[in-house]
């Protein structure tokens, strides 16, 4: 048996085999739901609301997720509710984290745009039996391209013909590098746009450019809908390898990203108002897991030492192949990877940052799933990747959440006061918490001394306020602090940050750290030596950089500055589509970075170790 | 209602709504069946045999061209029979035309082999946590090759992964022109073969190439399956105009076309024993209008004045997305065309007889449906078609059929004795007459005076020995001339040539003759400067030579000589795909020769008057 499920909220229907779940359904229609414990019904995450054919008397699993009122309405997880008749369902659509706040950096204001696509409105001469040029010929001849260098495509030529005398012979030619690639009827000259990809393994990104000014005039982000294969590039690497044998991981993989970013690119040239099949050429960035995974290659010798990816070299691809609803001769180019874990998106802060030509010691920090390290000077560019976990991002903590609606984001408090107070996104009731918000919970209650260096609570002591201590409630996995009460929340239960989500966080941030030291012993300099580190990420534009200091996330520099860059992979990948030069830069600083490998470095071992704590001042 | 037309002959089975003709569902099957008529029920082609489910009931057309026992058996025309019930039906298979006699020619016996595909086999390293270099880079790094000049495909990227660790990192890299195109397990660096397509209006010839030795190694030919939508390029143009609204004729006409080639080349692998992933590029001829329908460009604009091709460059393709299961990442090269009734095919004339370094002058006539004629010397090369129409080919002939078992290909006429003799291809008892049994039939006619220089029968002559004027029976249309009675007819229907047949070869011939001479005024020489004409085609190889010249087909010579050279398109292409620089040399020569359009020239009209009589000793 067959059941239809309509995902309302998506327009989108789907029709599954009886038992199957409702995410297996959304999976099927590509739509993403947020899922960060593959499937297993812990994290709580996949809650939607079957708004027709819902039943009461079903099993019911997570039940501690979900409020009495909710239970009754018909809330449940996407990962455990079966499909047993057809099924209404809402995805409570998640406010872009992308829109929200992220903006491009301006370190490089004196880019010259150069991108290799140009327009050019021509009038053609009408052929006759004097003039019996072809139409292809008859454009190049107008261009005054070179022919023999030509390399039509059969997509090319089959438009030629008809538009042409659509619009008697006067045509605007698009042309890629010297290699007519298009035409269309009328002047459309002014007219000349591409696209950014960021495949985040959380988020995708896209961004539409103006290819003559590099401006952006249209975004969209979406949750990365592979999630409901694993929140993070080892469970998705391993959702792949037990599908080897018949390459359906690979596949799904791929068909998942590829959905979404078409529905993205969709989705921003709607916004602007801009004609698809203007949209050019495209470039993409991603970790390198996301990279193989987009390309469709195996990404499954990642994960077990040594590590290797199928390729870091650059890869050129169309807009057809990828099933890109964009211009038909669409070129899109995956940036080059470093290595198995530093992938395209850190070559895109490389270039976004031009971090080759900052004042020496420069370093870089892109703080996500992966913290991914760049420490650039003295002529050489060396990079590291560590595997901070996706607490950065609000995965493996209770209450973690994106940075979206009813996320806390900020923290303040008072133990003279005996206060606490929370900034909400959208100055909404508290659903849970974002990661600058995490942080910022940590850097206040290590300040005002609620948890010890070692990150531990101190339950026992009695210089703490009692209306903070109040707040400090002790559970069977250990204490929790509750940062915002029933009250103040949308769920009317309190939202918390417990000792394991420290503890996450002392994981994450300690990595980071080491890995910055070992590069630092790499290239034979000292703290002293650092000019500054750059911050990068969606998530580096949110965190309170003070609070960071104060958990020791970064390490503090006495001769420098620390510098929150916003998403300086997009910004890379940005440059390398409107600039010629920028996207051969791009190729030669990817081959030029010196990749670390730290799981071999003692040191890395020992520095870690040292580094969970926080710092004593 | 639909119902299934199972084709036994073919092993294909389609489903058709009621009321369709076999021959719609042939087509629906991308089956060949012969058909002159545009469906018609006149030219009696298309005959098959309905073994299941066949109505003695139906209503039937066509009838002259069966027996009672035919009829009572089942066989009926395609174009005419309806399906109202479930069929099974025999094609009769066509002999190959190609395999039994062409030949290539050998004038060129010292090109070099040099195809841009490389094999090499490696025994790379084995990564390790101290070598970390990326697959891809790890085996452009084994064969030094430059890593910034690769452009490596999702094809071929996806494919390294595990074929390297399933065979202990023991590959065989292929490599176009410094390019990693493929790789393999193993060594199989000895294997290597690349395709010829020469794609007629006919007949569509396929040639398996060693890449090694140049070599034919397996070949298959197919009438070409577009026939269905007319036998001659202006009727398939019309047939894309009648869809141009929806593209659907041309989509039609592509896929057909693509279909058959696929399907021939999986024939001549699997005949060869080759793998067919081994075969890693093609190239491909043809007239302009089959260039165009195979690369799915509208050809409707060749049609009208002023005869505009949409393309003449030659077009690079992938395999891939003409749906050839070859090797995944082959490459496929349509030769460039010269204008829009002279096409890649006569470029392979071109090239294959290097036509440019012959004894000049020099001339080619590739006689096929068009009549395309080549002049070169002085450093020119000049080339033009005439509308020879399908004469030659046996359509638009009474008994016309193709060259194939049952054709009459030789006639002896003796006046003295009064004998007709006829040579039948296979030794069979003869079903019709080919191409070069008309020719020689017309030339035996005429030299034994039984008919005029005018081309008509001497019906009330009194110098015919009896016994052949008893052969010589009036019609409604005039006389014909039984060459095979019925005894020595399968049919037991006498096989004739009638005056209208020789009509249609006067026009034929005319033409031929008239473009040549156009050129030779172009070129500013008379007859006495040739030194030779070359005939090329299948046809060429088949015709007796003094019988051409009997009946003025080819001007007589007299300081120079006449040469048969088989198929010469397909040698053209044999040498670009084995040979880079004739490769490079081909698009030189196509883009020098000079194209006279003889539409335009009042001295063609003179000339073609003349040109159809007989010549007069």
């Known amino acids: 048996m067959e059941y239809t499920v309509n995902f309302k909220s998506h327009g989108k229907s789907v029709a599954v085999e009886e038992g199957k779940t409702i995410l297996d359904a959304a999976a099927l229609a590509s739509i993403a739901v947020e899922s960060n414990c593959g499937a297993a019904g812990t994290c709580g995450k996949c809650k939607v609301h079957v708004v027709e054919g819902f039943d009461p008397k079903a099993e019911r699993i997570g039940t501690k997720f979900f409020t009495e009122d909710e239970m009754n309405d018909g809330w449940v997880l996407a990962c455990k509710y079966e499909v047993h008749q057809d099924l209404t369902v809402e995805v409570p659509i998640q406010k872009d984290a992308f829109s929200r706040k992220t903006k491009l950096n301006s370190l490089l204001d004196n880019i010259t745009i150069n991108s290799p696509i140009k327009k050019v409105y021509l009038e053609l001469e009408k052929p006759s039996i004097n003039d019996q040029c072809p139409d292809f010929e008859r454009i190049i001849r107008a261009l005054d391209l070179d022919i023999t260098k030509q390399k039509p495509t059969r997509g090319l030529l089959a438009v030629i013909p008809k538009t042409l005398r659509d619009h008697q012979f006067r045509i605007t030619a698009v042309v890629n590098d010297d290699q007519l690639m298009w035409i269309e009827g009328g002047d459309t000259s002014s007219q000349k746009y591409g696209m950014v990809f960021d495949i985040g393994t959380t988020t995708v990104v896209c961004l539409l450019i103006n290819l003559d000014t590099g401006e952006i005039e249209g975004a969209a982000a979406e949750t990365n809908p592979q999630n409901v294969f694993g929140a993070d590039v080892i469970s998705r690497i391993n959702y792949v390898i037990s599908k080897q044998d018949t390459g359906e991981g690979l596949a799904q993989c791929h068909e998942k990203v590829t959905t979404c970013m078409n529905d993205l690119a969709m989705r921003a040239v709607a916004e602007a108002g801009v004609d698809k099949t203007m949209v050019y050429e495209a470039t993409v960035v991603g970790n390198t897991t996301m990279s193989e995974l987009f390309a469709g290659v195996d990404p499954s010798y990642l994960a077990p030492s040594p590590f290797i990816p199928g390729y870091v070299s650059g890869v050129h691809m169309t807009g057809k192949e990828l099933g890109f609803d964009i211009n038909p001769e669409s070129h899109v180019y995956l940036l080059p990877n470093i290595a198995g874990y530093v992938g395209s998106d850190t070559v895109g802060v490389i270039l976004g940052t031009h971090i080759h030509e900052r004042p020496q010691y420069s370093g870089a920090i892109d703080v996500g799933t992966n913290g991914e390290i760049v420490l650039a000077g003295n002529g050489r560019i060396l990079a590291c990747s560590t595997a901070a976990g996706p607490a950065f991002e609000g995965a493996q903590i209770k209450f973690g959440m994106r940075a979206a609606d009813g996320a806390i984001e900020a923290v303040y408090i008072d133990n003279e006061a005996g206060t606490c107070k929370v900034d909400v996104i959208g100055k909404k009731k508290a659903k ?186």
Chains 1, 2 share one sequence.
């Not at 103040?488 to 300690?510: H, N």
Request: net charge negative; hydrophobic share 40%; proline share 3%.
């Open 432 to 617: 849970g918490i974002c990661g600058s918000g995490i942080l910022d919970a940590i850097a206040q209650l290590y300040k005002n001394n609620i948890i010890d260096f070692r990150g531990r609570f101190r339950g026992d002591a009695d210089d703490i306020h009692p209306a903070l201590k109040e707040r400090m409630v002790k559970t069977e996995e250990g204490y929790e602090f509750i940062l915002a009460t029933a009250e103040e929340s949308v769920k009317k239960r309190p939202v918390v940050i417990c000792q394991k989500d420290i503890g996450e966080l002392q994981l994450a941030k300690g990595a980071i750290y080491a890995g910055f030291k070992v590069l630092m012993a790499e290239m034979g300099i000292t703290i002293e030596d650092m000019k500054e580190i750059m911050i990068a990420g969606a998530f580096g534009s949110y965190i309170k950089v003070d609070s960071a200091m104060a958990i020791g996330l970064f390490p503090e520099l006495p001769n420098g500055k620390i510098i929150s860059i916003g998403n300086a992979a997009s910004e890379g990948a940005r440059l390398a589509l409107v600039s010629q030069e920028e996207r051969e830069l791009c190729a030669e600083l990817a081959r030029k970075s010196e990749y670390i490998e730290l799981s071999s470095r003692p040191d890395f071992q020992d520095e870690y170790v040292m580094a969970m704590y926080l710092p004593r001042s």
